[in-house]
């Protein structure tokens, strides 16, 4: 069992979410893949997919936009967005449409991070990973 999580972020802020979401995950004891995506290659059998992105020009950025773009569908399977922000934070609802018109199942509304995500925002990330984790168990 694995979940994957893939971000893209330029001043790792969207990455600091990332890597909290990968903790919660691995602390229900399910392996957790942490993918930049300027190296993603495919979903493989991952059981539950989180997307994250900063917002730029209230969209995500380019390599998120891409694997959206090419992802294919993703029927029933859990799934999770996020992203930081600095003022309009269009990003994770934009990703958690996209991951919902391919068949993917919100595990939760979309999560957000104004600049540098705080400790509750950290920990709503690691809550956010023991879902995720929770929804491979069945
Ligand atoms: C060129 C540029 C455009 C941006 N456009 C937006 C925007 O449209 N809406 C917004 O909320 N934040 C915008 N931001 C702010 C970033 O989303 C914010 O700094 C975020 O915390 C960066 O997170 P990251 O380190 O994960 O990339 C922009 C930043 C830059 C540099």
């Known amino acids: 069992m694995r979940v994957m999580v893939i971000y893209e972020s330029t001043r790792g802020r969207t990455k600091a979410m990332a890597d909290a979401i990968c903790e919660g995950v691995r602390s229900k004891i399910v392996d957790c893949d942490l993918i930049d995506a300027t190296g993603f290659q495919a979903i493989g059998d991952a059981c539950a997919i989180a997307i994250g992105s900063s917002t730029r020009m209230k969209r995500?950025?380019?390599?998120?936009?891409?694997?959206?773009?090419?992802?294919?569908?993703?029927?029933?399977k859990p799934s999770a967005a996020f992203g930081s922000y600095g003022w309009s934070g269009e990003a994770p609802d934009f990703i958690g449409n996209q991951m919902e018109g391919l068949g993917g199942k919100l595990v939760d509304k979309p999560l957000r991070a104004k600049d540098f995500p705080d400790d509750a925002t950290l920990e709503a990330c690691r809550e956010l990973g023991r879902k995720l984790a929770e929804s491979c168990k069945g």
Not at 60 to 67: E, G, H, T, Y
């Open 60 to 76: 995500p950025l380019p390599k998120v936009r891409q694997i959206l773009a090419e992802m294919g569908k993703i029927d029933g």
